[in-house]
């Protein structure tokens, strides 16, 4: 028996710790599904500003062309304001053109170059290999294999000349072949779903990039770190960068409150304030938020207790960060527990019942005695065994049905928070 009420128990508690699933991003895009196959790096190069928008869609089955992918490069590499220095060539290309500098600034540095003719055909639709060939010229040189072409049931059909970029490209990992992992489907248009995985990996793997190509503003990862504040936290990875750190979504936090908080005299859009008690670091040692850090947020919602044992639940999002020094970090949190609410856990509702029935049964007990003790003294233990367990359940049932806990936590009380984007601590 002691068996069956300790595995209900640890079954009632992972119920009680069932978390929610994290789907909120800063960027909404109308046209893209949350299932559509490139939808993170959509989202990625949408909110680097890579690549645009169109009245909030993202038509992600267009297709792709030659001056859409230069000015998107140019984005990437942090040269789309490079100063123009040389003179126009191209006989398809005016000074009246919204692209004029963008295509001179690709000419410039070498990323796309026009035809022998001298045009650029800026409004021709890419293929495939010609973005891979595009990718591999601005990549460091490595050994590429040509054999790795093999790999695919269509390798035949990559023209000769895109042998060896294609080779290159695929070594270092940026490039698509969706929806057939076994096929590059090479002489394809490129649509700007394709686009944005290829661009979204040439970020990812900047360092590979030539230096002649890079901008001297673009940030840089140099280094993965890692947060580890509560074990079960959906990520654990936080970037570091020449310019900032950026703790990704998913991360868990562990702050304080600065005053006591009660959820029977709270209300919605009330502000609330934690502190971090201490430095929260990576393991690698990088502080991200230092002790003293206050977190500001705000009551999103206060739902009172209810009869049958429910307890207050309070809804809180955190916006903003307060270092020491001054300085502000943007953020977007909630408490990282079931529906992101805080209310009392199960072992004080337990208690809770375990008082009522610990209670009542005693009541229950003193009756029995009583009323067993006036006609007839030696039946106290008779009154003893029958009042006992009738107000040990009625105490129980009353515990059950009664208006559930309200939400209080001591200044200095410790809970965990989501991120639900990703927060930049700019150096």
């Not at 076994?182 to 970020?203: G, H, Q």
């Not at 900032?244 to 600065?258: C, E, H």
Request: hydrophobic letters at 45%; glycine letters at 8%.
């Amino acid at each position: 028996m002691k068996k069956l009420l300790a595995g209900l128990m640890a079954v009632s508690l992972m119920a009680w710790n069932v978390l929610p699933v994290l789907a909120s991003e800063s960027v909404k895009i109308l046209d893209v599904s949350k299932d559509y196959w490139a939808r993170p790096e959509i989202v990625e190069v949408v909110s680097d500003n890579i690549m645009t928008l169109d009245d909030g869609n993202f038509y992600p089955e267009d297709t792709v062309q030659r001056v859409e992918f230069v000015k998107a490069l140019l984005k990437l590499l942090s040269n789309d304001n490079l100063n123009v220095n040389i003179k126009n060539i191209f006989t398809d290309v005016s000074s009246s053109n919204p692209d004029y500098a963008d295509i001179l600034r690709s000419q410039q540095l070498g990323l796309v170059y026009g035809y022998p003719d001298r045009t650029f055909k800026p409004q021709k639709v890419m293929t495939r290999s010609e973005v891979q060939s595009v990718i591999s010229h601005i990549t460091k040189d490595g050994a590429a294999d040509v054999a790795i072409l093999n790999n695919f049931s269509d390798a035949d059909q990559v023209a000769q000349w895109a042998k060896r970029p294609y080779a290159k490209s695929l070594a270092y990992g940026i490039y698509v072949n969706y929806p057939n992992a076994n096929e590059l489907r090479p002489n394809d248009d490129l649509t700007r779903a394709e686009a944005a995985v290829l661009l979204a990996r040439l970020k990812d793997k900047i360092g590979l990039v030539k230096e002649e190509y890079v901008g001297p503003d673009l940030e840089k990862v140099v280094a993965i770190e890692h947060l580890n504040m509560k074990k079960n936290a959906p990520n654990h990875s936080v970037k570091i960068t020449n310019k900032r750190s950026i703790v990704l979504s998913g991360n868990v936090l562990a702050v304080a409150f600065t005053d006591k908080f009660r959820s029977e005299v709270a209300s919605a859009g009330e502000t609330v304030k934690f502190i971090a008690p201490q430095d929260i670091c990576t393991e690698e040692g990088t502080v991200l938020f230092p002790a003293n850090s206050v977190f500001t947020g705000k009551v999103l919602e206060v739902v009172p207790q209810k009869w049958f044992n429910r307890n207050a639940r309070v809804y809180i999002q955190l916006n903003e960060v307060c270092l020491p020094s001054g300085k502000t970090v943007d953020l977007n949190a909630k408490p990282f527990y079931r529906d992101y609410a805080l209310k009392e856990g199960p072992w004080m509702t337990a208690g809770k019942v375990a008082l009522w029935t610990v209670g009542l049964g005693a009541v229950g007990t003193g009756a029995g005695v009583g009323f067993a003790f006036i006609p007839n003294p030696a039946e106290i233990g008779k009154g003893i065994a029958i009042g006992a367990p009738i107000g040990a359940g009625v105490g129980l049932v009353l515990g059950l049905v009664t208006p559930g806990l309200k939400y209080h936590a001591k200044s200095g009380e410790q809970i965990y928070v989501i991120l639900c984007d990703d927060a930049s601590i700019v150096k």
